[in-house]
């Protein structure tokens, strides 16, 4: 990964304790202390001592605690900083199986793959680490079989199981090691999908590089948003996806619609805030582009070279304003890390915007996550 996370000097956060100064207070008495976190909303951590505790929060918030972890090699302390049950994680060297191809950069980062027994979806992994230790033999590919599956992770035995929260193959009831829900996606804020290193840190045992790594992810983000002085003429974006003739476009609240604001644009949709995407109708589309300085879209699309292979484009479509001046740009998942590297490198992710709705400011930039597509 191009993030240099190895030359990144461990960073404490002013006004609280940092892990470090928590392992010298002596053994794991005391109260809890909660660890500040930046811009994650969808975690919580704490320290006690040696021993961490980690709660995890659905789209709900505050109010939608889809999980509760210990995370201890002692015993089990008399209060936690919640109420009601937890589940215990070791903290050195816990076995852990992937679900979810989102988790791997972070492992990776971490240098934990290592910690792997398996993961699912190992053929979408982009991370040369991960298909060498499968080439190896030291993790194996999750079979897609239900109960197969379930055998599987019976034999691999692992402490945890690290999936997405919802719409699981196999209940987290049935599986072998703790269940682990990792919903980064959750997460309107770039940087805060990449806060999401600071719990896989936890987890891990890396919090000193998980701490690091963020603090400089996060400056470079900061550096690269100063570059779009607030002067700078801000023109109108539309960004969505066709599927089966159906478009969705994010919500004004959105990961996405922050970028396309940090990248010193306009995203039509920014005033209309969702639990979810929003879903158009095609005439809406058709307005939309006769009012779009730049039209983005998300696609899978091997190969793609001309604007008439994406998805939902229709001839009448193709012929507006937008496109007729070529101000179409991709995010294509068959090219790109976007649910991978992307997550820890938001700073790319919004200088390629940059590039493309500013490119006087950006013009040695080259590509990476997001691209322009011409006729």
């Known amino acids: 990964m191009r993030f240099a996370i190895a030359c990144a000097a461990a960073l404490a956060f002013a006004g609280c304790v940092t892990p470090d100064t928590a392992d010298d ?20 951590l704490w320290q006690r001592g040696r021993d961490r505790a980690a709660l995890v929060l659905g789209p709900g918030g505050d109010l939608d605690t889809i999980g509760r972890f210990l995370i ?32 791997v950069p972070f492992v990776d980062a971490l240098n934990a793959v290592g910690n792997i027994l398996a993961c699912a979806w190992s053929e979408r992994s982009r991370s040369p680490a991960f298909h060498e230790a499968l080439t190896a033999g030291r993790l194996v590919a999750v079979t897609q079989s239900t109960e197969a599956r379930r ?16 719409g699981h193959t196999l209940p987290p009831k049935d599986l072998a090691g703790t269940w ?6 959750l997460e309107e804020h770039p940087l805060a999908r990449t806060e999401w290193i600071r719990f896989f840190g936890v987890l891990f045992g890396q919090e000193k590089r998980a701490d690091s790594a963020y603090s400089v992810i996060e400056r470079r983000y900061e550096r690269m948003v100063a570059t779009v002085v607030p002067s700078t003429e801000r023109p109108k974006v539309f960004f969505g996806s066709a599927w089966q003739g159906a478009w969705s476009v994010p919500s004004g609240n959105s990961y996405m619609a922050r970028l396309i604001d ?16 929003l879903d158009l109708h095609v005439e809406t589309v058709m ?22 292979q994406l998805p939902g484009l229709e001839e009448r479509l193709s012929r507006a304003p937008v496109m007729a001046q070529g101000h179409l740009f991709v995010a294509n998942s068959a090219e790109a890390d976007l649910f991978g590297s992307a997550l820890l490198e938001p700073d790319v992710a919004l200088a390629d915007l940059i590039a493309i709705f500013h ?10 996550y997001y691209r322009p597509l011409f006729q």
């Open 262 to 277: 940090d990248a010193g644009a306009d995203y039509l949709y920014a005033e209309h805030s969702s639990m979810g995407n």
């Open 72 to 103: 201890t090699d002692g015993e089990a302390p008399s209060r936690m900083p919640w109420g009601g049950g937890y589940a215990v994680l070791p903290a050195t060297d816990p076995r852990a199986v992937i679900l979810s191809t989102t988790s």
């Open 151 to 166: 055998e599987q992770l019976i034999a691999l035995s692992p402490d945890l199981v690290l999936d997405h929260p919802f």
């Open 359 to 368: 490119p006087e400011l950006l013009p040695e930039h080259a590509p990476v």
């Open 25 to 44: 207070l002596g053994g794991n008495e005391g109260p809890w202390l909660p660890i500040p976190l930046k811009r994650a909303s969808h975690f919580q």
């Open 287 to 308: 307005a939309d582009a006769h009012r779009a300085d730049h039209w983005g879209m998300i696609v899978e699309v091997p190969d793609l070279r001309s604007l008439r």
């Open 180 to 185: 682990v829900p990792v919903c980064e996606y």
